[in-house]
């Protein structure tokens, strides 16, 4: 289904393409809090944010095939600029929790908008994402939790990510990712 210019675009393949370039945005902001924790010496949580930046770049990527596979254009474009200054864990933890909150509501609005297309096949698409971003706010949150409680002591935060960060493999039920997950 090749779009042309007499047909109309439709708004839900224009978000997904929004969303590719906010995803790459996420990974970039994540690879900044994993270099910053590593230039702190946290290794479980540089570990942990880099990982979060590798699951970005495939969240992008799965949209990127999407749209491949549906036959609509794809352009990359350049990302946003990243936060690099920081002072303590707290802050960047409460900044990726903002960020997941953010792709959260993308998310639910590109749900909202195939729906309103009546594009199932692209609505059912966007429920792993729905899913995605629940399990994302759940564990930040809990991240966040934990530093608060940490009082300052980021070694306590490094205590649990080595008891309780999980060593999951990938998903399966994640969507085709163009050129392959990493």
């Known amino acids: 289904m090749n779009t042309t210019d007499s047909e109309p675009r439709s708004k839900f393949y224009e978000l997904l393409q929004e969303q590719v370039h906010n995803e790459f945005n996420a990974e970039r902001q994540y690879i900044a809090l994993a270099v910053w ?5 946290l290794p479980l949580l540089a ?4 990982r979060q930046a590798v ?15 549906t036959d609509h ?14 002072s303590d864990p707290v802050e960047l933890i409460e900044l990726a929790l903002r960020q997941e ?6 998310i639910e609005s590109l749900a909202k908008t195939a729906r309103a297309e ?6 059912q698409f966007v429920q792993w994402f729905l899913k995605e971003q629940v399990e994302e706010i759940s ?20 205590r649990f990510l080595e008891r309780e960060a999980g060593t999951q493999g990938p998903d399966p039920t994640m969507p085709p990712v163009a050129g392959g997950a990493l």
């Open 37 to 41: 924790f590593d230039a702190e010496d």
């Open 47 to 50: 570990r942990h944010f880099y």
């Open 55 to 69: 699951e970005e770049r495939n969240h992008a990527m799965a949209i990127v095939q999407y749209l491949l596979d």
């Open 139 to 158: 564990t930040m949150s809990t991240l966040l939790n934990v530093a608060k409680r940490a009082g300052g002591n980021v070694f306590e935060i490094e």
């Open 101 to 106: 909150k953010q792709v959260a509501a993308d």
């Open 118 to 123: 009546d594009d199932y096949t692209g609505e």
């Open 73 to 86: 254009p794809v352009g990359i474009g350049g990302t946003d600029a990243v936060r690099n200054d920081f």
